[in-house]
């Protein structure tokens, strides 16, 4: 799909926070592990969840999904290889992996896509299925893990600090009586999946950064649960309120958003917050430095609409990029649109301007087509932006959201 973006509107009004995407995704996979229905409440309508729900059909689980509430029956849930092109779409449909080795002790997936912000590999995801007791290959781009020891325990520590693998070594190992697992990466995201597993009847428990984990009998019920915000699009509406006008997020939890909401503050931007919204009134800021890290540091899914944002600040602001290897393409956009932007590996440093010269831009992932959408609209003319479905798969109904708060933008 590609747009057109016209510059120089004024963006006022209100937006309501949709689900988290990166919580989503690995509940829709969860919710296998019920031994009864399950009603999530507040699952965004993006393209992700929807080839997660084909998959979980594919699986003769029965999915419907009215407004932001899905029911998911998976009575008739059984084992099948999971050879279909939404598992190469994206990277979350690795979380099958995990369920499906405490389901059938066995898996057999097309290995995961997702956005191209570097090599992606799922080494640590790896390590742990074998730590668990697992074997696997992969041939022709086809992983298959399966059980080779019938271990009742096993201790963990996860190679390198990943929210993926810390997800799916914690699914993987339900069939055991007993496990723990250190050096795990969480998020806000990860602890969303850790309380919905809790509500199934899983005996988890997460302190000082160590899950551990007892067998128990599960008892058959309806398990119902709210998706928390996406505290990424909430980030990148405020943002759009301090480029260009004012705009309130509601129903957000900015207690996941401390680090880059200090940010905005120590730089002096106009925004305000309470526990659960966010008012951003345009404005100008001090130059910032950023460097992204694992939660609660600065959030490498913001990176680059921080960038954008810091064309609007007086001086020159460092941003460093420590997570992905090619997560920088926002800022080679900005010069070609006539910022100052020096850029070498993964730093740039971006000289405050109000000069945007509207150019064509094409999408590589969603976080950079998102942070594409805010330059655009930076712009004193028009842009086409192309191939924004990437952003369509994590930025639910953004296209008429951004029109309701005047922006200019279309459909070609
Ligand atoms: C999740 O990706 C999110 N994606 C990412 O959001 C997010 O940026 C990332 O966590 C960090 O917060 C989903 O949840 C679907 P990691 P994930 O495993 O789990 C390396 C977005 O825009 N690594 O924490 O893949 C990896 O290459 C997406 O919404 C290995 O080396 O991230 C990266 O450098 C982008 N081996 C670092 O660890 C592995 O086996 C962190 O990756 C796994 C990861």
């Excluded at 999408?363 to 003319?381: I, N, S, V």
């Amino acid at each position: 799909m590609d747009i057109k973006v016209s510059g120089g509107s004024i963006i006022k009004g209100t937006v309501f926070c949709s689900g988290a995407k990166n919580a989503v995704i690995p509940l829709l996979c969860a919710s296998l592990l019920s031994k009864g229905k399950v009603m999530l409440r507040n699952v965004p309508r993006i393209s992700d969840v929807f080839d997660i729900c084909h998959i979980l059909r594919y699986l003769d689980c029965k999915v419907v999904f009215k407004g932001h509430t899905m029911l998911i029956d998976n009575t008739n849930l059984k084992y099948k290889p999971l050879f279909l092109e939404e598992c190469q779409k994206i990277r979350g449909s690795y979380y099958f992996i995990g369920v499906f080795l405490a389901l059938f002790s066995k898996c057999e997936i097309l290995l995961p896509g997702g956005c191209k912000i570097g090599s992606r590999p799922i080494d640590v995801h790896l390590q742990a299925f074998e730590d668990l007791g697992f074997k696997y290959f992969i041939e022709d781009n086809i992983l298959t893990v399966y059980k080779i020891k019938v271990n009742e325990e096993a201790s963990l520590v996860l190679t390198k600090k990943s929210v993926g693998a810390s997800i799916n070594a914690i699914f993987a190992g339900l069939r055991l009586n007993h496990y723990e697992i250190k050096n795990g990466l969480y998020e806000p995201e990860g602890l969303d999946v850790i309380h919905f597993l809790q509500k199934l009847g899983y005996h988890l428990t997460l302190n000082n950064e160590v899950i551990r984990y007892e067998k128990s009998k599960l008892d058959f019920k309806l398990t119902k649960h709210t998706v928390i915000p996406d505290r990424m699009e909430a980030m990148t509406y405020a943002i759009l309120g301090l480029l260009k006008g004012e705009v309130t997020v509601k129903r957000v939890n900015t207690n996941d958003l401390t680090c880059p909401l200090k940010i905005l503050k120590d730089a002096g931007y106009q925004i305000s917050y309470t526990e659960t919204e966010i008012y951003a009134k345009k404005s100008y800021g001090k130059e910032m430095h950023i460097i992204t890290d694992v939660y609660p540091g600065f959030p490498t899914d913001l990176q680059s609409v921080f960038g954008v944002l810091s064309l609007n600040t007086i001086g020159k602001s460092k941003i460093e990029e420590t997570v992905f290897e090619k997560r920088m393409q926002i800022y080679y956009d900005m010069r070609d649109s006539g910022a100052q932007c020096e850029i070498s590996g993964n730093q740039a440093i971006v000289t405050g301007t109000n000069k945007i010269h509207s150019k064509n831009y094409n999408a590589c992932d969603l976080r950079h087509g998102a942070a594409l959408l805010l330059l655009a609209l930076l712009g004193d003319k028009e842009s086409i932006i192309t191939n924004f479905d990437y952003v369509l798969r994590g930025y639910d109904d953004i296209i008429n959201r951004l029109k309701a708060l005047g922006g200019k933008i279309t459909i070609i």
